[in-house]
């Protein structure tokens, strides 16, 4: 009986799955992963989910941060850290910790895991082949030090990567004209490569399992929300501290023509299947209005 409980529930799982394998098969998602979700664990378990997205042929660029690596280097090298409303504020010596840190460490760990898991994945930065353009932020109204904004992404780098059948795993550093190294915030990054790359989706795994209306209530986590709603959201006061860079990437993202935007915890074993498979998802989905939802969606969803 029990056996075939397990055989009904995982058909009834095929069925819900088969209609999104069907229209995603072909499309790009662009993911970014957070230094926080990188632990051994949180790795392996994103690198699985990324092979079942592979083998439906989903094609997958994956975007990587490492603030707390970065941290605790600095830490470990007697460099101070300063942040400023979610952002590092990025010093020389500061500079070549974010090196370290996102092109080894972090960088090192993501492939090592896709090759343990028999994925292609080559990784890379926006300074290699020039794939992110970018310029030194004004030090008004707030000095960041090296940092960066985005000017232009040269999508062609990673189309060929992808034609090549490879996984780019890309860390957030940049260039300058002049090849001046800077630090661009990862969230920023990972939403100009989607809009670029004409994604279908941006996936940011987060530390709580998706947008909260109360930051305080862990389970207060929303389904669904449009533009319309994050603006809400903002004069709530809801969207405090590191969430604010993602928000800022949400919307350039949903401007720059891509359709959807999740968020999704990264503790889930298979939070970020259950969002892309499901009706009823597992983080937060996030578009431009109500009218860009498919029927079955906007029956799943729970509008805040």
Same mark, same amino acid.
Do not use: W
């Given at each position: 009986?029990?056996? #075939?409980l397990d055989r009904d529930t995982a058909m009834a799982a095929l069925a819900q799955a088969l209609p999104y394998i069907r229209l995603y098969r072909g499309k790009l998602f662009v993911l970014k992963v957070g230094g926080a979700s990188a632990s051994p664990d949180s790795i392996r378990?994103?690198?699985? !989910?990324?092979?079942?997205? +592979?083998?439906?042929?989903? =094609?997958?660029?994956?975007?990587?941060?490492?603030?707390?690596?970065?941290?605790?280097?600095?830490?470990?090298?007697? %460099?101070?850290?300063?942040?400023?409303?979610?952002?590092?504020?990025?010093?020389?010596?500061?500079?070549?910790?974010?090196?370290?840190?996102?092109?080894?460490?972090?960088?090192?760990?993501?492939?090592?895991?896709?090759?343990?898991?028999?994925?292609?994945?080559?990784?890379?930065? /926006?300074?290699?082949?020039?794939?992110?353009?970018?310029?030194?932020?004004?030090?008004?109204?707030?000095?960041?030090?090296?940092?960066?904004?985005?000017?232009?992404? *040269?999508?062609? %780098?990673?189309?060929?990567?992808?034609?090549?059948?490879?996984?780019?795993?890309?860390?957030?550093?940049?260039?300058? *004209?002049?090849?001046?190294?800077?630090?661009?915030?990862?969230?920023?990054?990972?939403?100009?490569?989607?809009?670029?790359?004409?994604?279908?989706?941006? %996936?940011?795994?987060? #530390?709580?399992?998706?947008?909260? &209306?109360?930051?305080?209530?862990?389970? +207060?986590?929303? +389904?669904?929300? #449009?533009?319309?709603?994050?603006?809400?959201?903002? &004069?709530?006061?809801?969207? !405090?501290?590191?969430?604010?860079?993602? %928000? #800022?990437?949400?919307?350039?993202?949903?401007?720059? /023509?891509?359709? =959807?935007?999740?968020?999704?915890?990264?503790?889930?074993?298979?939070?970020?299947?259950? &969002?892309?498979?499901?009706?009823?998802?597992?983080?937060?989905?996030?578009?431009?209005? =109500?009218?860009?939802?498919?029927?079955?969606?906007?029956?799943?969803?729970?509008?805040?």
């Amino acid at each position: 009986m029990t056996g #075939d409980l397990d055989r009904d529930t995982a058909m009834a799982a095929l069925a819900q799955a088969l209609p999104y394998i069907r229209l995603y098969r072909g499309k790009l998602f662009v993911l970014k992963v957070g230094g926080a979700s990188a632990s051994p664990d949180s790795i392996r378990r994103l690198v699985e !989910q990324i092979g079942v997205l +592979s083998e439906f042929g989903i =094609r997958i660029v994956l975007v990587h941060g490492g603030g707390p690596q970065a941290t605790g280097l600095a830490e470990r090298l007697g %460099v101070p850290t300063t942040m400023i409303e979610g952002r590092r504020v990025t010093s020389p010596e500061t500079l070549e910790v974010a090196v370290m840190a996102l092109n080894g460490t972090v960088n090192t760990a993501l492939l090592s895991a896709c090759r343990a898991a028999g994925l292609p994945a080559i990784g890379l930065s /926006g300074i290699d082949a020039g794939l992110v353009r970018a310029s030194l932020r004004p030090p008004l109204p707030i000095d960041f030090g090296e940092v960066g904004d985005v000017v232009s992404v *040269d999508g062609s %780098v990673i189309e060929r990567l992808l034609d090549a059948g490879f996984l780019p795993v890309i860390s957030p550093l940049a260039a300058a *004209d002049d090849g001046r190294i800077l630090n661009v915030n990862a969230d920023t990054v990972a939403s100009a490569l989607a809009a670029a790359l004409s994604a279908e989706k941006l %996936v940011f795994l987060t #530390d709580t399992e998706g947008l909260l &209306e109360d930051p305080r209530d862990a389970g +207060s986590t929303i +389904s669904y929300v #449009d533009l319309e709603g994050l603006e809400a959201l903002r &004069e709530s006061g809801a969207l !405090q501290g590191g969430i604010r860079p993602k %928000v #800022d990437a949400t919307r350039a993202a949903l401007a720059g /023509g891509v359709r =959807r935007v999740h968020m999704v915890g990264h503790a889930h074993p298979r939070g970020l299947l259950i &969002e892309i498979f499901t009706n009823e998802g597992a983080g937060t989905l996030i578009v431009r209005s =109500r009218a860009d939802l498919s029927l079955a969606e906007q029956t799943a969803t729970v509008v805040p």
